[in-house]
């Protein structure tokens, strides 16, 4: 796997599929690592050539010293494209990765072929969940609030079915290194791209979680309705709707990157 320098911020990047197929790129949730995409990469490497990489903050990319905007997240997606000399990608990220997404469909509109922002928003109206949460992990570190955000993530449906799934994504948040998840917090807190929205002219996809509360169907309606000619998908599952109902989210995902 590549390290990628990103104005001296070392990004984990993975590239794996199909050599010579059009080329996707995926951007993780906040408190994720690119593991987070293992329940679709069989089914994507067959099609596509596939770029993930831990965001900075994460994973095994540098917790670079925060604060983190959008903006610097986008960046650092156009140094990865720009080192692995790739021109053009279509672009899927759930969450943090959608809101990266609405940044670069704006801002770097040549080099994004197809958008699928999953579960996500553009702004929160509260933001003082990201305030609180940002002083909960202060004091307690991730761990004061994991139960909290996996209850978020899955469905308790699922959570009581596939335990093991469970466990092993509470694993990664809270392996997740405290001061990169407070910068991407505080991103967060902060977050308003709504006036970016109608500048986004490439196809788009937005896809909800049925029962996500972190990023409810409201707020996927916001960014649909805002975008020129996206769709919406709505998946039942709660916010990491890829873990949650992988045939479903992959059956868009393919579908909609392969129309024409
Ligand atoms: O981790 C969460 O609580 C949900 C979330 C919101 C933005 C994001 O990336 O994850």
Avoid at 104 to 119: Q, V
Avoid at 133 to 145: H, N, T, Y
Avoid at 148 to 166: K, M, N, S
Wanted: hydrophobic share 45%.
């Amino acid at each position: 796997m590549p390290m990628i320098d990103a104005d001296g911020c070392l990004l984990n990047v993975s590239v794996e599929g199909r050599d010579g197929g059009p080329t996707l790129m995926l951007s993780n949730s906040l408190g994720c690592t690119l593991q987070m995409w293992e329940p679709q990469m069989k089914a994507l490497t067959q099609v596509f050539r596939v770029i993930r990489y831990d965001r900075r903050g994460h994973g095994k990319s540098t917790v670079a010293p925060g604060p983190y905007t959008m903006e610097r997240f986008g960046r650092d997606v156009l140094a990865i494209l720009d080192d692995l000399n790739i021109e053009k990608v279509h672009w899927c990220g759930l969450s943090m990765g959608g809101m990266v997404g609405q940044w670069l469909g704006a801002n770097a509109p040549e080099r994004f072929g197809k958008l699928i922002l999953a579960n996500t928003s553009c702004y929160y109206a509260e933001p003082t969940k990201w305030l609180e949460r940002i002083d909960a992990v202060k004091k307690g570190g991730i761990a004061a609030v994991a139960d909290a955000v996996i209850a978020g993530w899955l469905t308790q449906d699922f959570r009581e079915r596939e335990p093991a799934i469970t466990a092993k994504m509470k694993s990664m948040l809270l392996a997740s290194p405290v001061e990169g998840y407070l910068a991407c917090c505080e991103a967060l807190s902060t977050l308003d791209q709504r006036a970016l929205l109608p500048k986004i002219k490439s196809p788009t996809l937005v896809i909800a979680g049925r029962h996500d509360v972190a990023t409810p169907i409201s707020a996927a309606e916001l960014i649909r309705s805002n975008i020129p000619g996206a769709s919406m998908t709505i998946i039942d599952a709660a916010h990491i709707s890829n873990v949650e109902q992988p045939h479903a989210f992959t059956d868009a995902v393919v579908g909609f990157l392969t129309q024409r």
